[in-house]
């Protein structure tokens, strides 16, 4: 994996943290998102002693800002003319704040306008290295999309707010991955477990199921594996391709979420 970019979002931490270090030791080079320099600049030296890789950059961005989303796009379509792989990692969970930077709700600027903007700025780049591939981190924690609230002013839910702006990631998935059929660009949704041992997990006051090195692996098993090259539009159960919440194969749906999307990230 020599010649592959790889840009991972989210890096500092979690399940993200493990992916880079697994990412570094397979020899990628990588592109990091956090938005704590100190973080940032600490996993860039933890992978440099664990695995001995100095092939790697960073850069800093808040998820809740489009317009710091949009500099990143920018500064990294400055320096790169390709990216191999993009891994949709950073996140909200349920017990975040609830308003971001913008002013909307947090985790659905996090976990679904933030990815949505970024991967739309990259596709230049993403379609020059193909065949390369898109990941999307989601869950299988899904509700559907209140279209007459989506910012759900008037009856505020963490849970239901943090599982509607996943199902929208996995709409976005389906939707991008029909619009680059043929380009060999592929486009996959996943859940990397449940209740993973993660920093969010906990200071949701949840109890942790699973270890978060499985859900890094079910990332770097996306982001690289030979066995699903090839395969586009589909959500997976870690490693499994599962179905998602029915209101992901609603086109129309689909649809009427783009047009609003289109609209709060303020581009054509």
Same mark, same amino acid.
């Given at each position: 994996m020599s010649d592959s970019i790889i840009f991972l979002t989210g890096a500092t931490d979690g399940i993200g943290k493990l992916a880079a270090k697994k990412l570094a030791s397979k020899g990628a080079h990588l592109i990091l998102h956090g938005r704590d320099s100190i973080k940032l600049e @600490?996993?860039?030296?933890?992978?440099?002693?664990?695995? %001995?890789? @100095? $092939?790697?950059?960073?850069?800093?961005?808040?998820?809740?800002?489009?317009?710091?989303?949009?500099?990143?796009?920018n500064n990294v379509l400055s320096r790169y003319d390709k990216v191999d792989?993009?891994?949709n990692n950073a996140g909200a969970g349920f017990a975040d704040k609830r308003y971001g930077k913008d002013g909307m709700e947090l985790r659905f600027s996090v976990n679904y306008l933030a990815p949505f903007l970024l991967t739309t700025l990259l596709l230049p780049v993403i379609k020059n290295a193909a065949p390369s591939r898109i990941v999307n981190v989601s869950s299988a924690g899904q509700s559907s999309i209140n279209f007459d609230d989506i910012m759900l002013e008037k009856d505020f839910d963490g849970v239901r707010a943090y599982s509607q702006s996943k199902l929208a990631l996995i709409m976005f998935?389906?939707?991008?991955?029909?619009?680059?059929? /043929?380009?060999?660009?592929?486009? $996959?949704?996943? %859940?990397? /477990?449940?209740?993973?041992?993660? $920093?969010?997990? @906990?200071?949701? /006051?949840?109890?942790?199921? /699973?270890? &978060?090195?499985?859900?890094?692996? &079910?990332?770097?098993?996306?982001a690289t594996s030979p066995a699903v090259e090839g395969v586009t539009g589909k959500y997976f159960n870690v490693s499994s391709e599962a179905k998602a919440h029915a209101q992901a194969y609603d086109k129309a749906a689909r649809k009427r979420l783009r047009e609003l999307t289109l609209a709060l990230v303020d581009i054509d």
């Amino acid at each position: 994996m020599s010649d592959s970019i790889i840009f991972l979002t989210g890096a500092t931490d979690g399940i993200g943290k493990l992916a880079a270090k697994k990412l570094a030791s397979k020899g990628a080079h990588l592109i990091l998102h956090g938005r704590d320099s100190i973080k940032l600049e @600490r996993l860039m030296i933890e992978i440099e002693e664990e695995c %001995h890789s @100095r $092939n790697m950059e960073s850069f800093i961005a808040d998820f809740s800002s489009m317009k710091e989303v949009k500099d990143l796009a920018n500064n990294v379509l400055s320096r790169y003319d390709k990216v191999d792989v993009l891994i949709n990692n950073a996140g909200a969970g349920f017990a975040d704040k609830r308003y971001g930077k913008d002013g909307m709700e947090l985790r659905f600027s996090v976990n679904y306008l933030a990815p949505f903007l970024l991967t739309t700025l990259l596709l230049p780049v993403i379609k020059n290295a193909a065949p390369s591939r898109i990941v999307n981190v989601s869950s299988a924690g899904q509700s559907s999309i209140n279209f007459d609230d989506i910012m759900l002013e008037k009856d505020f839910d963490g849970v239901r707010a943090y599982s509607q702006s996943k199902l929208a990631l996995i709409m976005f998935t389906f939707d991008l991955a029909e619009e680059l059929k /043929g380009r060999q660009v592929t486009v $996959n949704a996943m %859940h990397p /477990g449940t209740y993973l041992d993660t $920093n969010m997990v @906990r200071e949701a /006051g949840i109890k942790p199921l /699973g270890s &978060a090195e499985s859900g890094a692996d &079910a990332e770097v098993y996306l982001a690289t594996s030979p066995a699903v090259e090839g395969v586009t539009g589909k959500y997976f159960n870690v490693s499994s391709e599962a179905k998602a919440h029915a209101q992901a194969y609603d086109k129309a749906a689909r649809k009427r979420l783009r047009e609003l999307t289109l609209a709060l990230v303020d581009i054509d």
